[in-house]
């Protein structure tokens, strides 16, 4: 399937940013191949426009390539299943590229590196609200002390985390990517998920299903 080999590359592609950090270069690899938007907007070469695709391929921690391949690997099958996988690629690519452009337009002048999967997951994450609305997902819920897991619709999961991107955006606005979050990323690539969705899928699979991730 698309969504493991898209998970294998990123792996092996974190495995050689270990290899160069190692040797003291993966700072310049990854403002190389990062979107840095004040640079793309200077320059707007071929190699820049690229980075709109590269980047998506980078990480810039364990932690961070982590939580994007649990995402990607929970809900990324059950998409591709209805796009099939041709479509499924050119729909990541699509809400990779658009999450890049999106953070870019909210900080143009930045100049630090933009890297990792999280916008086209994000988009990934909007194609599967509208696919799969009435699918329960399996949540860690907490209430003081207790911890409970509880299999809630994909609406209310889904739905939480874009007004949560939402608001942590709305008070990051202007002051760049805080904490190492961009979240106009995560914004733009959901919003082109929702958007593109049905554009992907296959006409004979377009009902939505209950299939749990």
């Known amino acids: 399937m698309v969504t493991y080999a898209i998970i294998a590359l990123n792996v092996l592609v974190f495995v050689y940013e270990l290899l160069l950090d190692s040797v003291g270069g ?15 907007l200077g320059e707007f070469s071929a190699v820049e426009l690229l980075t709109l695709v590269t980047s998506m391929f980078l990480h810039s921690g364990l932690m961070h390539i982590l939580g994007n391949m649990l995402y990607l ?17 050119c729909f990541y690519l699509l809400a990779g590229v658009g999450a890049g452009v999106a953070q870019m337009a909210a900080d143009p002048n930045s100049v630090i590196p933009a ?54 955006g709305v008070l990051s ?5 805080t904490g190492g ?14 958007l593109t969705v049905r554009l992907f899928t296959r006409r004979s699979d377009e009902m939505p299903s209950d299939r749990r991730p």
């Open 26 to 40: 993966l700072t310049t690899f990854l403002t190389t191949w990062g979107v840095v938007p004040a640079r793309l």
């Open 73 to 89: 690997w929970i809900f990324g099958d059950n998409v591709e299943d209805r796009m099939g996988r041709l479509r499924f690629l």
């Open 181 to 194: 979050v961009a979240w106009f990323a995560h914004i733009g690539g959901f919003a082109l998920g929702l």
């Open 173 to 177: 606005f202007g002051v760049g990517q």
């Open 115 to 168: 890297v990792g999967a999280s916008g086209a997951i994000a988009g990934v994450l909007g194609a599967y609200l509208l696919l799969y609305p009435h699918a329960r997902i399996d949540t860690l819920v907490t209430w003081s002390f207790f911890v409970r897991l509880r299999a809630m619709p994909a609406v209310v999961v889904l739905g939480f985390w874009f007004v949560l991107q939402f608001l942590n």
